[in-house]
């Protein structure tokens, strides 16, 4: 697996060849061209589950390559990073035919050093996170790096004390439905390495073991959005219209409605993303109350806006996807109890498997790549002391901008989700000032209540999850679980199937992948070769029921454009 190793040894091991990942491998290769840096990934193809929005502040990635191609943005940058923002417009949608331009109150928020201020993105770049992660996985292999796609990690090795982590275990290949090995069957294997960097994204299974095995705390509860989008190929009067150089940030209609509710974190997403293509979504908090909401039927009404409509109508959809977004903020970070290290000894954890992301901006992907930086950088000057990087990681990103971004945005989801939109956002202002607030998990949250403007069309999850391309290999063991039935028979059922008309459960109807359905009236994920590995599912569940564990390597979606 490395030159300076055994073949299942590495002195640093990377689970997740995102952002990330990558920018902990990258700058650690500049730093220390011998060390043996392995990336392990899930996905086929670089960038094949990295799903985003993404409007990125790019000073990242100058701060990763300036040493290694100082003139990376006309080298190999010039199309990923073409589309700077020029027209940067927030709108609040009162209806589904009105409109309401947010920009002078930003403006002046902005003037005034609040909050919402921070909501601006002119001057930002416009990207597909999928081409810059493949665009990024050439300098990895540049500099020596040893990536390896299709490997998905079933558990994570750890001492007997549970200090430390040891290694990683791969997930088995080649079982059938029941567990029984076939004639392709692949043993799990062990890898052990010095150092472990997780950046698995929001809701890693590696990363949330470890911080249960490990004993790292949160201060508050991981809040969580999803988000669905889809990327159409519109005609060039369309783009000409829309414009090359813009981004549309849109709340209100159809997940908040200040009079009669519903009432939903959130909001709609337009971006341009080049070639005639515009990427449209919704991202909504997940602590929605309504038990017959599904994010997708959220994206239709968007999409049917009388604003975003004209951009979009007869556009081809070439792209799909959903993923979850992790907004709890500062105090919802992983640390040592002890030492405050986000991670412990020679576990470092980045990115949003961390929960870098600023709510206040709504953005996320800049401070993945800088805590990739400073974890390479730890990596780097600790050396052969493997125990001290968690530490050393945790000072430098302290004493970053990141640290001083989350800390602004510390109460922010909090302060929402406790007083609602209406009042949450003003009172935002000053959340800081306000003890802080600890909020029940998402899926407590939901209610027997229905969603303002279901429909009885269904959305089409099938096209959906085709325009996703996902693939999984069709005999392997289910990786979607119940962990009890009888509570879906017995508490769930009674309390929803009369509330969820059409589908009769909950996760039936908010799965962005329609993995559940009911077979002989009994709720069975029969539709795991469908899923889009955004775990919704074991996020969202309102007895926290579902359980999502790690497919063979390879499956899952297929992003391109995203």
Not at 76 to 95: C, H, L, N, W
Not at 165 to 170: E, F, M, N, S
């Amino acid at each position: 697996m490395s030159k300076t190793s055994d073949y299942n040894r590495v002195s640093v091991l990377i689970v997740g060849g995102g952002p990330a990942g990558l920018a902990a491998a990258i700058k650690l290769k500049q730093l220390q061209p011998d060390r043996g840096v392995v990336v392990l990934d899930k996905a086929k193809h670089p960038g094949g589950h990295n799903l985003s929005g993404a409007v990125l502040e790019e000073e990242c990635i100058d701060e990763l390559l300036k040493n290694i191609d100082p003139n990376w943005r006309n080298n190999k940058g010039s199309e990923i990073f073409a589309r700077k923002v020029i027209q940067d417009d927030t709108y609040m949608f009162p209806s589904k035919t009105s409109k309401i331009n947010m920009g002078t109150p930003i403006k002046l928020a902005k003037l005034c050093q609040l909050g919402f201020g921070k909501l601006v993105h002119k001057g930002d770049t416009l990207i597909s996170i999928s081409q810059l992660t493949r665009w990024l996985t050439g300098y990895a292999q540049q500099l020596g790096v040893e990536l390896l796609h299709g490997f998905a990690i079933r558990e994570i090795i750890m001492s007997e004390d549970k200090t430390k982590a040891l290694g990683v275990r791969t997930q088995e290949q080649g079982l059938d439905h029941a567990g029984n090995k076939q004639f392709n069957y692949v043993p799990a294997e062990d890898i052990y390495a010095d150092n472990i960097v997780l950046a698995e994204g929001a809701l890693g299974l590696l990363t949330e073991q470890f911080v249960n095995e490990a004993g790292l705390k949160r201060k508050a509860t991981p809040l969580f959005s999803v988000g669905v989008k889809e990327i159409f190929e519109v005609s060039d009067q369309q783009y000409k219209d829309f414009g090359d150089n813009r981004c549309v940030h849109a709340m209100g209609y159809p997940i908040w409605d200040i009079i009669s509710g519903p009432k939903m974190f959130g909001g709609g997403i337009m971006y341009a993303m080049g070639d005639n293509k515009i990427a449209v979504g919704m991202i909504v908090g997940a602590d929605w109350k309504e038990c017959d909401f599904n994010p997708q039927e959220a994206l239709v009404h968007f999409k049917s806006h009388a604003f975003v409509e004209p951009f979009i109508k007869d556009g081809k959809i070439i792209e799909a996807g959903a993923k979850m977004i992790p907004e709890g903020g500062y105090h919802a970070i992983p640390r040592d109890v002890e030492t405050k290290s986000i991670g412990r000894n020679n576990v470092v954890i980045l990115g949003d498997s961390a929960g870098l992301v600023n709510m206040l901006k709504i953005k996320g992907l800049h401070n993945a790549i800088y805590s990739g930086i400073y974890a390479g950088a730890a990596l780097a000057a600790c050396g052969d002391d493997h125990d001290a990087v968690a530490a050393a990681y945790t000072k430098l990103l302290d004493a970053s901008s990141i640290d001083e971004e989350m800390r602004e945005a510390a109460n922010y989801r909090q302060v929402v989700a406790k007083f609602g939109n209406l009042l949450g956002f003003p009172i935002s202002v000053v959340g800081n000032l306000l003890p802080r607030l600890d909020i029940e998990p998402d899926y407590e949250a939901m209610k027997p209540t229905k969603y303002k403007y279901r429909t009885e069309k269904h959305f089409d999850k099938d096209a959906f999850v085709a325009a996703g391309n996902v693939d999984h290999r069709e005999e392997q063991p289910c990786h979607c679980h119940v962990l009890d039935e009888s509570i879906c028979e017995n508490i769930c059922k009674p309390k929803y199937e009369n509330l969820c008309s059409g589908y009769g459960r909950p996760c039936i109807t908010f799965c962005p992948a329609g993995v559940y359905d009911l077979v002989a009236g009994q709720m069975k994920p029969v539709n795991a070769l469908n899923c889009l590995h955004c775990k919704t599912c074991q996020n969202k569940c309102p007895y926290d029921n579902l359980r999502w564990f790690t497919p063979e390597g390879t499956g899952g979606p297929d992003y391109k454009f995203s």
